[in-house]
T-cell receptor, first 116, second 114 residues
Framework: NAGVTQTPKFQVLKTGQSMTLQCAQD?????MSWYRQDPGMGLRLIHY???????DQGEVPNGYNVSRSTTEDFPLRLLSAAPSQTSVYFC???????????????FGEGSRLTVL | AQSVTQLGSHVSVSEGALVLLRCNYS??????LFWYVQYPNQGLQLLLK??????LVKGINGFEAEFKKSETSFHLTKPSAHMSDAAEYFC????????????FGTGTRLKVLA
């Protein structure tokens, strides 16, 4: 049972470099999202998607891009990495309930990114 | 706009004692509320959720939470703490006027003392 798979688990970047965090889910979930987790700040929503071809911004979208070409994949791109983007990133998906939006979030194990 | 406030970033209890983790929310529409748990170096997993049915919600591992509209609260409790309960706990709210965003609190780290 793969669930939500994130790669890589660890990454070190230099300031200005770009990279993509991969997220894939095999549960046919419509809803996918990216969060960053920082000490004392909980999880903050970066971007989310309610289906293939549809994305929207969360609380902290600056410096990140996403796309959703398939139901399964939702990559997060860092365009020009900055030290402020050092964080743990979580991808989460949900079987969206169209009426009530009460779907449980299923999380990946996280990707720890350090920007020097 | 929705928001969630968790009072107390760190809570310590003795093994066998009552666990009480506090969560207050603000929402312009009837909220859906969740508690998630995160063990070290893992992702989050759902403990329980409130979706406007029963106000007292029972979850996994003996946890429960009560939705109190008058107090805008959704506190998490467990009658008797176990060492394995040591983790970080997050309260979250979803359902914003037609959009679909989960907003999380800042988390409470629970320490269980032997």
């Amino acid at each position: 049972n793969a669930g939500v798979t994130q790669t890589p688990k660890f990454q070190v970047l230099k300031t200005g470099q770009s990279m993509t965090l991969q997220c894939a889910q095999d549960m046919n979930h419509e809803y996918m999202s990216w969060y960053r987790q920082d000490p004392g700040m909980g999880l903050r929503l970066i971007h989310y998607s309610v289906g293939a071809g549809i994305t929207d911004q969360g609380e902290v979208p600056n410096g990140y891009n996403v796309s959703r070409s398939t139901t399964e994949d939702f990559p997060l791109r860092l365009l020009s990495a900055a030290p402020s983007q050092t964080s743990v990133y979580f991808c989460a998906s949900s079987p969206r309930d169209r009426v009530s939006n009460t779907g449980e979030l299923f999380f990946g194990e996280g990707s720890r990114l350090t920007v020097l | 706009a929705q928001s969630v406030t968790q009072l107390g970033s760190h809570v310590s209890v003795s093994e066998g004692a009552l666990v009480l983790l506090r969560c207050n929310y603000s929402s312009s529409v009837p909220p859906y509320l969740f508690w998630y748990v995160q063990y070290p170096n893992q992702g989050l997993q759902l403990l329980l959720k409130y979706t406007s049915a029963a106000t007292l919600v029972k979850g996994i591992n003996g946890f429960e939470a009560e939705f109190k509209k008058s107090e805008t609260s959704f506190h998490l409790t467990k009658p008797s703490a176990h060492m394995s309960d040591a983790a970080e706990y997050f309260c979250a709210v979803s359902r914003t006027s037609g959009t679909y965003k989960y907003i999380f609190g800042t988390g409470t780290r629970l320490k269980v003392l032997a």
